[in-house]
Nanobody, 127 residues
Framework: QVQLVESGGGLVQAGGSLRLSCAASGRTFSTYIMGWFRQAPGKEREFISAISRGGASTSYADSVKGRFTISRDNAKNTMYLQMNSLKPEDTAVYYC????????????????????WGQGTQVTVSS
């Protein structure tokens, strides 16, 4: 089991950058595929990005490709999301999540594949 805590959210102007962190408890962080999701008011939770256990494989939603970068440091039990060129439509609560399954594109983009979730961190991008 792993507990996840996000940080790094805040208010930023359009075009700016933020770096989110997801700190995991326990000694099994490296055994989990990790992902980032976001949810805006009145909208469904949306897949943003995922990273494989060792970090060699990554996946991004088209809406963030080229602007966001996911990474992880297994020695620090932490995952990151570097967000550049932020847009007002990026405004949402951002969640990190972990799952112990198989790295398959059809699975890693679905919130139902993930067993563990953080509490979320608010990101607000002003125009």
């Amino acid at each position: 089991q792993v507990q996840l805590v996000e940080s790094g959210g805040g208010l930023v102007q359009a075009g700016g950058s933020l770096r989110l962190s997801c700190a995991a408890s326990g000694r099994t962080f490296s055994t989990y595929i990790m992902g980032w999701f976001r949810q805006a008011p009145g909208k469904e939770r949306e897949f943003i990005s995922a990273i494989s256990r060792g970090g060699a494989s990554t996946s991004y939603a088209d809406s963030v490709k080229g602007r966001f970068t996911i990474s992880r440091d297994n020695a620090k039990n932490t995952m990151y999301l570097q967000m550049n060129s932020l847009k007002p439509e990026d405004t949402a609560v951002y969640y990190c999540a972990g799952e112990a399954g198989i790295w398959l594109p059809a699975r890693i983009g679905k919130s139902t594949s993930y067993n563990y979730w953080g509490q979320g961190t608010q990101v607000t991008v002003s125009s």
